[in-house]
């Protein structure tokens, strides 16, 4: 079987791959999809999917929190967007099935050790499973305190909001970026 290194390397490899297919198959599905909504959408996943390795890797303690809280941010923007809480978890369950249809099509390794082992599957797996328990807080915490506040959920997100997550992104990019240097000043170390 492949090492968990030539599974991060897969990861990696495929990343941006992987986040189009995702933008494809969310816009295949969602009715009357707004293009800055979709835009926002695409730099979501991108992050989602460019967490992924890092989840599994050398750094997944300091990591998975910000694989939480991107799933949190995604699922209140979908509150926001005005999906029902299934919704957003059903987009975010797609996923998995762009990781599996990958991992079909192009397995990591090479020659006889082409394949990935039932641990490293079960662990992706299980981050798919967090992003889809995170969403589903992100989306009832924003139900939550809008019906706490006595304002309905909107049926489209104002730029204003769409400029609020777009900065909790950046900053969990920036984030994700400390937590690279680490491992590139690790390699140079090394």
Known sequence: MVSLDEVLMWLEGHRDSMASRWLLELRSRSRDLD??????????????VRLLPECLGAYRQQALPL???AAELYGHLAALRGLAAGEGVEEIQLLREVILRFLFRDPPGEGRAKGLGLRELLHLSRLVDQLVTHTSIGHT???FFKLFQGHGVPASTSQQTRAEVRDQLMEIREELEGLRALDVGLEDRG
């Open 35 to 48: 293009p800055e909504d979709e835009r926002l959408l695409g730099e979501f996943l991108a992050l989602l």
């Open 67 to 69: 694989l939480h809280q």
């Open 141 to 143: 915490d924003t139900l």
